[in-house]
């Protein structure tokens, strides 16, 4: 992945610690998003904060999540301030000291005021691109969604105009003093995998398997 540094868009986008892994710019920030719908959206009520993981797509400038409407989560979220992570994996790095342990990964958070999506057709239609985005050319298959559980869905979004990204990449770092230590060291990739397709006993027979894309 190409990191094109550039300034961050709010001060409290600003990568402080280890700046140097900071990105700002769509390009990474949309891949990173691309590349993992499992989001976790933060937000405080009642003077507590709360961390709720969840599902994220990506439209344009805008990420949504969505869920039950009588979801704490969807309902607090609604015109309040969040901040939504995405965080990948992508190896452990092992050092020659406990303390340079760490991990290779992409992450972005992202701030700003969710907003609910209520009108019908935009909901459908997001809804729609969330399942093509992770099973493609499915959505003209399945059982056409009823209006009851359209109103029992609610969809929040957030404008990608506050976003930071961070990637870590590489060896660990252990100090030049540290080299000659005798212990193994490098990185063990981690990926997330798709495993082997569990059929459901009720299905009819000569039903294909669709289309999935997670990661
Ligand atoms: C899988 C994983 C494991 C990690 N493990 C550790 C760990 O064990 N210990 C540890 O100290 N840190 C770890 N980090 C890094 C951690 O996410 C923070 O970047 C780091 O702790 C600095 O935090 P801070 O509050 O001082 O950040 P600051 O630099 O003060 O944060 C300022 C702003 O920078 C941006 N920012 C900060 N961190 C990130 C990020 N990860 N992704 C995108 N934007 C970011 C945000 O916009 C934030 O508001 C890990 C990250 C990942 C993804």
Not at 135 to 149: A, I, K, S, V
């Amino acid at each position: 992945m190409t990191k094109r540094p550039s300034a961050a868009p709010s001060d409290r986008t600003r990568v402080r610690r280890t700046p140097e892994k900071a990105a700002y710019d769509r390009a990474t920030v949309d891949a990173i998003l691309d590349a993992c719908p499992v989001a976790h959206v933060g937000y405080v009520l009642n003077g507590t904060p709360f961390v709720t993981p969840t599902l994220q797509w990506r439209i344009g400038d805008q990420v949504y999540w969505h869920g039950s409407a009588a979801s704490r989560m969807l309902r607090t979220g609604e015109g309040a301030q969040v901040c939504l992570t995405v965080t990948i994996t992508d190896g452990l790095l092992l050092a020659r000291s406990g303390f340079e342990h760490s991990i290779n990964y992409r992450s972005v958070m992202l701030f700003g005021q969710a907003r609910l999506v209520d009108d019908a057709e935009a909901k459908t239609r997001h809804l729609q691109a969330m399942m093509d985005q992770m099973f493609p050319g499915r959505w003209p298959q399945l059982r056409p969604m009823t209006t009851q559980e359209l109103k029992a869905t609610t969809i929040l979004s957030l404008t990608i105009d506050e976003a930071s990204a961070k990637v870590s990449a590489g060896m660990p770092a252990d100090p030049p003093e540290d080299k000659d230590w005798p212990v193994w060291a490098g990185v063990i990739p981690v990926c997330q995998t798709l495993g082997i397709p569990d059929q459901d006993p009720d299905n009819a027979k000569g039903l294909t398997l669709p289309l999935v894309r997670f990661g």
